[in-house]
Nanobody, 127 residues
């Protein structure tokens, strides 16, 4: 079983930065891809970024490319999402998730590929 705890959310002005952390328990997480997703009020949850098991391969939502960076520290079993140049449209609850299954080591944009989810952390960007 994998447990995930997100932290680092908060209120920031447009143009500011935040770094989200996702701390995982269980060895499964260190061998699996991890993704960040977000859900704004009244909207469906959407993919933001993902990193493979090694940290060598990443995927991003087009609208965050060049502003967000996903990374991981497998010694700490922690994944980070550095968010720069934040915009009001980035406001959402951010969730991290660990992939499960035969291809679990590889990053994916699909919600359904992720089996373990954290409780979420709120990010609010004011204009």
């Amino acid at each position: 079983q994998v447990q995930l705890v997100e932290s680092g959310g908060g209120l920031v002005q447009a143009g500011g930065s935040l770094r989200l952390s996702c701390a995982a328990s269980g060895r499964t997480a260190s061998n699996s891809a991890v993704g960040w997703f977000r859900q704004a009020p009244g909207k469906e949850r959407e993919f933001v970024a993902a990193v493979d098991w090694s940290g060598g391969s990443t995927l991003y939502l087009d609208s965050v490319k060049g502003r967000f960076t996903i990374s991981r520290d497998n010694a700490k079993i922690t994944v980070y999402l550095q968010m720069n140049s934040l915009k009001p449209e980035d406001t959402a609850v951010y969730y991290c998730a660990v992939r499960k299954g035969y291809y679990s080591a590889y990053a994916s944009r699909r919600n359904d590929d992720y089996a373990y989810w954290g409780q979420g952390t709120q990010v609010t960007v004011s204009s």
